[in-house]
């Protein structure tokens, strides 16, 4: 059984700052690519950024140079730093994870709960 747990959400002022992160636990043999999707009221779902298990990202061009993704392996932990965060970043942050749970089983995508951004004066 694998479980992801999304935290670190909130409301903060535009301009502000928030770090997500996204612990993976349970029968974790090797976690391949990490993920964070957003989704805001009657929107679609969509990629922000993702890193591979070897460090490389990439992120949607609507926050290039504002959030940084990042993993920390040992913890089996992905974050999202946000910053000079806008009204349109609004949205329920997802984790997402492509996890391989024994040495001799396929790989399989699993989603954390959702976190709640909110970005307002």
């Known amino acids: 059984q694998v479980q992801l747990v999304d935290t670190g959400g909130g409301l903060v002022q535009p301009g502000g700052s928030l770090r997500l992160s996204c612990a993976a636990s349970?029968?974790?043999?090797?976690?391949?690519?990490m993920t964070w999707y957003r989704q805001a009221p009657g929107t679609q779902r969509e990629l922000v950024a993702v890193?591979?298990?070897?460090?490389?990202?990439r992120y949607a061009d609507s926050v290039k140079g504002r959030f940084t993704i990042s993993r920390d392996n040992a913890k089996n932990t992905v974050y999202l730093q946000m910053n000079s965060l806008k009204p349109e970043d609004t949205a329920v942050y997802y984790c997402?994870?492509?996890?391989?749970?024994?040495?001799?089983?396929?790989?399989?995508?699993?989603w954390g709960q959702g976190t709640q951004v909110t970005v307002s004066s």
């Open positions: 997402n994870a492509v996890i391989q749970p024994g040495a001799t089983m396929g790989t399989y995508s699993y």
């Open positions: 349970g029968s974790i043999f090797n976690i391949r690519t």
């Open positions: 890193i591979t298990n070897s460090g490389s990202t």
